[in-house]
């Protein structure tokens, strides 16, 4: 043994020792777990992923080895899985990175742990066509194998939980592809399980790598206002203390301040500065109830003592007690007034409600075997309203991917059922969504439905405490537009299979038309003629032109004779309308080969872009980009470029709504860029004020623009009621620092509360 030492190298010498002592912390912490004790089988798989990764680094250049044994890490201390669980974390790299195979893994370790290896490998490209997302259908797959054993996504949280922490060695591209993914599918999947602390960090990392600027600017200012925070924590919470222990209840009293994404994303969503976030600051209070099974009448006895020292919100009292949320967490939230004036809230909740709060999922074993408890029921409706998507599955896996996402929010809604059942639904719910959620007999026969007695349109939006009564009727089948009104992922897939179930009848029906048309006019029915017609109607599929014939919504008529012909005089509809309306109808031609001389130009710009480096934007290369309507980015915003199936280059804001749909699903095509320009394009940009009308206030505004700014103004609209104006400013800028300089002047002019940039 100390041959084989000396002849290892200094720095192989450190990589051992590294890895013996992460392995060692590993071995410790699954030990003192409380789980059955199955060292033996830990120790194989992680010598068996030792030398399947043996010689392999990371792109931050330690032993490859280091990523499996800190997952692993995750998964036995900070989400509480056992051994099977651990060695499937050792080794769930190593299918998709080695030679070694399922098979092999199935041998030595059994089938449990290689069903879970195999769910956790991604998918091989080249195998979905060009317009596929590998994201997608990797996400797919995974969620296919986790419908049957949920270690398998828990893994996959822990994996990306690592991945996020030890980013900063990738690509910015890859960061932003990563970041995107975990914010649009795995923080929410870490939130639906109940890993609060899992998701809050995957949000913050995500949050901290996208936006690093605003991250930064955040921390800094959660740092200073930290003593204020204190001072009312040291104020508001001795009166508390001094009435619980009076009434002799064992707690702990801590604040809870909010994360820098939960704050950036309330300032984005309601465009106010970090000022104005007024739930920064919670208090929670924690308590061992005397007796488990009265813990939630104790919850409300404290909540009754915390009213007699301080007022309550009436309108902030939430409920989680007695109707839990669908990740299984329970709390009493009530918001207090201090005695200094402030609005204070305060979380109550047992020892039990805490951790099951902030480790979800994992926290239910330790309390599986008291008595009453069920903290599985919740988990499992949600697998199984999974595994019913799962049951129809769809062609288009993007759709798929969306309507996952629709079902992990875990904000809801309580609704009763004539007989007086409670159905929890998701926030937004329609009575439609309702109705499949019953039965998709019932969904797909929708008729009508009553609401606490009194008829509502199917798009009514259902809300907490209503009394729902579905109509429905034989004659009634499932109609196209249906698909507008359904906001569940349940509805959606269930009326998308209805229809294609539809679609499929109408397709053959217009497959007989077409074939039948052509042999009246002894044109042969070959693939070749009918992808000549559908690109001469302008279908996207031939599924799409099928049931348009199907449906008779197209007709076919000696244009199409014409046209596959080649006779020159044939039209389509479109063009035959615009030929009456010259001024549009003369323009389409030149229109069209301008376009196409620019996709050329587009075409070899893309083409030359380095993928490994930043993409510096100037004046001479931004002609070649689209700057994107959606978010209207301007110099000085944080930006990335999507490359789109038709390679052109797309710049969107990095917070986009947008982005968040392209990093989590064509990630490859994301691009890293910034901004280098020097002030010789003017952009458009819109500022929205708000304030006290007054005289001569419009007088004020255009002063401070036009003559102290010298701004070229292109819009400005202003609405005055009740005393309050608000309105619209459309301005020509350089880029965002002049941006913040308008803002910055228009909050001087006495009586306006508001100036802030909006996209």
């Given at each position: 043994?100390?041959?084989?030492?000396?002849?290892?190298?200094p720095?192989?010498?450190?990589?051992?020792?590294?890895?013996?002592?992460?392995f060692?912390?590993?071995?410790?912490?699954?030990?003192?777990?409380?789980?059955?004790?199955?060292?033996?089988?830990?120790?194989?798989?992680?010598?068996?992923?030792?030398?399947?990764?043996?010689?392999?680094?990371?792109?931050?250049?330690?032993?490859?080895?280091?990523?499996?044994?800190?997952?692993?890490?995750?998964?036995?201390?900070?989400?509480?899985?056992?051994?099977t669980?651990?060695?499937?974390?050792l080794?769930?790299d190593?299918?998709?990175?080695?030679?070694?195979?399922?098979?092999?893994?199935?041998?030595?370790?059994?089938?449990?742990?290689?069903?879970?290896?195999?769910?956790?490998?991604?998918?091989a490209?080249?195998?979905?066509?060009?317009?596929?997302?590998?994201?997608?259908?990797?996400?797919?797959?995974?969620?296919?194998?986790?419908?049957?054993?949920?270690?398998?996504?828990?893994?996959?949280i822990?994996?990306?939980?690592?991945?996020?922490?030890?980013?900063s060695?990738?690509?910015?591209?890859?960061q932003?592809?990563?970041?995107?993914?975990t914010?649009?599918?795995?923080a929410?999947?870490?939130?639906?399980?109940?890993?609060?602390?899992i998701?809050?960090?995957?949000?913050?990392?995500?949050?901290?790598?996208?936006h690093?600027?605003?991250?930064?600017?955040?921390?800094?200012?959660?740092?200073?206002?930290?003593?204020?925070?204190?001072?009312?924590?040291?104020?508001?919470?001795?009166?508390?203390?001094?009435?619980?222990?009076k009434?002799?209840?064992?707690?702990?009293?801590?604040?809870?301040?909010?994360?820098?994404?939960?704050?950036?994303?309330?300032?984005?969503?309601?465009?106010?500065?970090?000022?104005?976030?007024?739930?920064?600051?919670?208090?929670?209070?924690?308590?061992?109830p005397?007796?488990?099974?009265?813990?939630?009448?104790?919850?409300?006895?404290?909540?009754?003592?915390?009213?007699?020292?301080?007022?309550?919100?009436?309108?902030?009292?939430?409920?989680?007690?007695?109707?839990?949320?669908?990740?299984?967490?329970?709390?009493?939230?009530?918001?207090?007034?201090?005695?200094?004036?402030?609005?204070?809230?305060?979380?109550?909740?047992?020892d039990?409600?805490?951790?099951?709060?902030?480790?979800?999922?994992?926290?239910?074993?330790?309390?599986?075997?008291?008595?009453?408890?069920?903290?599985?029921?919740?988990l499992?409706?949600?697998l199984?309203?999974?595994?019913?998507?799962?049951?129809?599955?769809?062609?288009?896996?993007?759709?798929?991917?969306?309507?996952?996402?629709?079902?992990?929010?875990?904000?809801?809604?309580?609704?009763?059922?004539?007989?007086?059942?409670?159905?929890?639904?998701?926030?937004?719910?329609?009575?439609?969504?309702?109705a499949?959620?019953?039965?998709?007999?019932?969904?797909?026969?929708?008729?009508?439905?009553?609401?606490?007695?009194k008829l509502?349109?199917?798009?009514?939006?259902?809300?907490?405490?209503?009394?729902?009564?579905?109509?429905?009727?034989?004659?009634?089948?499932?109609?196209?537009?249906?698909?507008?009104?359904?906001?569940?992922?349940?509805?959606?897939?269930?009326?998308?299979?209805?229809?294609?179930?539809?679609?499929?009848?109408?397709?053959?029906?217009?497959?007989?038309?077409?074939?039948?048309?052509?042999?009246?006019?002894?044109i042969?029915?070959?693939?070749?003629?009918?992808?000549?017609?559908?690109?001469?109607?302008?279908?996207?599929?031939?599924?799409?032109?099928?049931?348009?014939?199907?449906?008779?919504?197209?007709?076919?008529?000696?244009?199409?004779?014409?046209?596959?012909?080649?006779?020159?005089?044939?039209?389509?509809?479109?063009?035959?309308?615009?030929?009456?309306?010259?001024?549009?109808?003369?323009?389409?031609?030149?229109?069209?080969?301008?376009?196409?001389?620019?996709?050329?130009?587009?075409?070899?710009?893309?083409?030359?872009?380095?993928?490994?480096?930043?993409?510096?934007?100037?004046e001479?290369?931004?002609?070649?980009?689209i700057?994107?309507?959606?978010?209207?980015?301007?110099?000085?915003?944080?930006?990335?470029?999507?490359i789109?199936?038709?390679?052109?280059?797309?710049?969107?804001?990095?917070?986009?709504?947008?982005?968040?749909?392209?990093?989590?699903?064509?990630?490859?095509?994301?691009?890293?860029?910034d901004?280098?320009?020097?002030?010789?394009?003017?952009?458009?940009?819109?500022?929205?004020?708000?304030?006290?009308?007054?005289?001569?206030?419009?007088?004020?505004?255009?002063?401070?623009?036009?003559?102290?700014?010298?701004?070229?103004?292109?819009?400005?609209?202003?609405?005055?009621?009740?005393g309050?104006?608000?309105?619209?400013?459309?301005?020509?800028?350089?880029?965002?620092?002049?941006?913040?300089?308008?803002?910055?002047?228009?909050?001087?002019?006495?009586?306006?509360?508001?100036a802030?940039?909006?996209?």
């Amino acid at each position: 043994m100390e041959e084989n030492k000396k002849t290892l190298t200094p720095q192989e010498q450190r990589d051992e020792q590294m890895i013996s002592e992460s392995f060692q912390r590993l071995l410790d912490t699954y030990l003192s777990s409380g789980h059955r004790g199955k060292k033996d089988i830990i120790i194989k798989a992680f010598n068996f992923a030792k030398q399947a990764h043996k010689g392999v680094r990371r792109l931050s250049g330690e032993p490859y080895i280091l990523h499996p044994i800190a997952v692993a890490q995750i998964v036995c201390q900070e989400i509480g899985l056992g051994s099977t669980s651990i060695c499937a974390a050792l080794l769930h790299d190593v299918e998709e990175d080695t030679d070694y195979t399922n098979e092999d893994i199935s041998n030595l370790f059994g089938p449990k742990v290689a069903n879970i290896v195999e769910g956790l490998t991604k998918i091989a490209g080249g195998i979905f066509g060009d317009r596929a997302s590998l994201q997608a259908e990797t996400f797919k797959k995974l969620l296919l194998t986790m419908s049957d054993d949920i270690r398998v996504i828990l893994i996959k949280i822990a994996d990306r939980l690592h991945n996020m922490r030890t980013l900063s060695s990738m690509l910015p591209s890859k960061q932003y592809k990563i970041s995107g993914e975990t914010l649009y599918i795995y923080a929410p999947i870490a939130d639906r399980l109940g890993l609060n602390r899992i998701k809050t960090e995957l949000e913050d990392l995500s949050f901290k790598y996208e936006h690093p600027a605003e991250y930064q600017e955040l921390e800094e200012k959660l740092a200073k206002t930290q003593d204020e925070r204190d001072k009312i924590f040291n104020e508001f919470t001795p009166p508390i203390c001094t009435e619980l222990d009076k009434m002799g209840i064992k707690y702990t009293i801590k604040a809870r301040v909010k994360s820098p994404y939960s704050i950036w994303n309330k300032m984005q969503k309601k465009h106010i500065p970090f000022e104005e976030v007024f739930d920064v600051f919670a208090i929670r209070i924690v308590f061992v109830p005397k007796k488990r099974e009265e813990e939630i009448n104790e919850c409300f006895n404290i909540y009754v003592a915390l009213s007699k020292i301080y007022k309550s919100h009436p309108d902030r009292f939430r409920d989680w007690l007695n109707h839990p949320k669908a990740n299984g967490y329970q709390a009493l939230h009530v918001t207090l007034m201090s005695h200094t004036g402030q609005w204070i809230e305060v979380q109550i909740r047992s020892d039990h409600m805490d951790d099951v709060a902030e480790q979800g999922y994992a926290a239910h074993w330790k309390y599986k075997n008291q008595a009453g408890y069920d903290g599985d029921s919740e988990l499992n409706v949600w697998l199984n309203s999974i595994k019913e998507i799962l049951d129809d599955p769809q062609p288009d896996t993007l759709d798929f991917l969306d309507a996952i996402k629709l079902n992990l929010f875990a904000s809801e809604i309580l609704v009763f059922t004539p007989k007086g059942e409670i159905k929890t639904m998701p926030a937004n719910s329609t009575v439609l969504d309702f109705a499949f959620s019953i039965h998709t007999f019932l969904g797909s026969h929708f008729l009508g439905a009553k609401v606490n007695h009194k008829l509502v349109p199917i798009s009514y939006h259902l809300k907490s405490g209503d009394q729902v009564e579905v109509l429905s009727s034989n004659e009634v089948h499932v109609q196209r537009d249906w698909i507008n009104y359904a906001h569940t992922a349940k509805a959606k897939a269930k009326i998308q299979a209805l229809l294609r179930r539809s679609d499929r009848e109408k397709q053959k029906q217009g497959e007989q038309i077409l074939t039948a048309f052509l042999k009246q006019n002894d044109i042969e029915p070959t693939s070749a003629v009918f992808e000549k017609l559908e690109k001469y109607h302008s279908f996207p599929s031939r599924e799409e032109f099928f049931l348009a014939l199907g449906e008779k919504s197209l007709i076919l008529n000696e244009d199409d004779i014409n046209c596959l012909m080649g006779k020159k005089e044939h039209l389509s509809a479109t063009r035959r309308l615009l030929r009456y309306i010259p001024f549009i109808g003369s323009d389409l031609k030149d229109d069209k080969n301008e376009r196409r001389e620019v996709s050329a130009d587009v075409e070899k710009f893309v083409r030359s872009i380095d993928r490994k480096k930043i993409l510096v934007l100037n004046e001479d290369n931004l002609s070649s980009c689209i700057l994107s309507k959606c978010c209207n980015p301007i110099p000085g915003d944080e930006v990335l470029g999507y490359i789109t199936p038709d390679s052109q280059l797309e710049i969107h804001k990095r917070k986009c709504s947008e982005t968040e749909t392209y990093k989590s699903k064509f990630g490859n095509r994301i691009i890293a860029v910034d901004w280098n320009m020097h002030r010789m394009i003017k952009f458009v940009t819109t500022i929205y004020i708000k304030g006290i009308d007054a005289q001569g206030m419009l007088c004020s505004i255009a002063d401070v623009i036009h003559r102290q700014l010298n701004i070229s103004v292109k819009r400005i609209t202003i609405e005055t009621q009740d005393g309050i104006f608000e309105g619209q400013i459309d301005v020509y800028v350089y880029d965002t620092s002049d941006v913040a300089h308008i803002c910055d002047d228009l909050r001087q002019i006495d009586n306006v509360t508001s100036a802030i940039r909006i996209d």
